[in-house]
T-cell receptor, first 112, second 113 residues
């Protein structure tokens, strides 16, 4: 059965810390891995990773995919309280409708 | 450009009542999806559509029906609501080509009492 696992499930850090969120997957017909940030409402798209070893970066956030290890990490440097959110990892499969399988999410709390 | 709009945002139903959730997107996306999100279980796919007039079942379709009569709209119906359907419902859409992630609506919080 296809699955996406995230760790840790919950994390509390102080402002200024650097955090690493992990995502691993066991999915057939892998196409891409997606990261989303969910605050109070809808998830918002962060990154799509398709190629192994190529880092994607957006400000203080960066992510990389390791297809050999079937995993990805999301790094956040110099965390701010505004980074507090649930971070969702998802895998896009090659199917007739591009099925996306979501992990349970990592809840990040950044305290002043 | 509104993106994906869901209505209503909140609703309380009594067991056995019916309702329809509306999802509308103005991005000309082919693919549309309905998810439910429950604590500790992540997002689970209820139904999806790959184009106007087509629908299919996802992981947790029981108790729900959908229709996609127009490309921009995807409706989710609950014929006879049950407390187990208390959840937050998200609609999402995606362009069928290229490396694009989903665009999500803002969600509908449904409580069935």
């Amino acid at each position: 059965e296809d699955k996406v696992v995230q760790s840790p499930l919950s994390l509390v850090v102080h402002e200024g810390d650097t955090v690493t969120l992990n995502c691993s997957y066991e999915v057939t017909n892998f196409r891409s891995l997606l990261w989303y940030k969910q605050e109070k409402k809808a998830p918002t798209f962060l990154f799509m990773l398709t190629s192994s070893g190529i880092e994607k970066k957006s400000g203080r956030l960066s992510s990389i995919l390791d297809k050999k290890e079937l995993s990805s990490i999301l790094n956040i440097t110099a965390t701010q309280t505004g980074d507090s959110a649930i971070y969702l990892c998802a895998v896009l499969r090659v199917t007739s409708y591009d099925k996306v399988i979501f992990g349970p999410g990592t809840s990040l709390s950044v305290i002043p | 450009n509104a993106g994906v709009t869901q209505t209503p945002k909140f609703r309380v139903l009594k067991t056995g009542q019916s309702m329809t959730l509306l999802c509308a997107q103005d991005m000309n996306h082919e693919y549309m999806y309905w998810y439910r999100q429950d604590p500790g279980m992540g997002l689970r796919l209820i139904h999806y559509s790959v184009g106007e007039g087509t629908t299919a079942k996802g992981e947790v379709p029981d108790g729900y029906n959908v229709s996609r009569l127009k490309k921009q709209n995807f409706l989710l119906g609950l014929e006879s609501a049950a407390p187990s359907q208390t959840s937050v419902y998200f609609c999402a859409s995606r362009y069928h080509m290229g490396d694009y992630g989903y665009t999500f609506g803002s969600g509908t919080r449904l409580t069935v009492v």
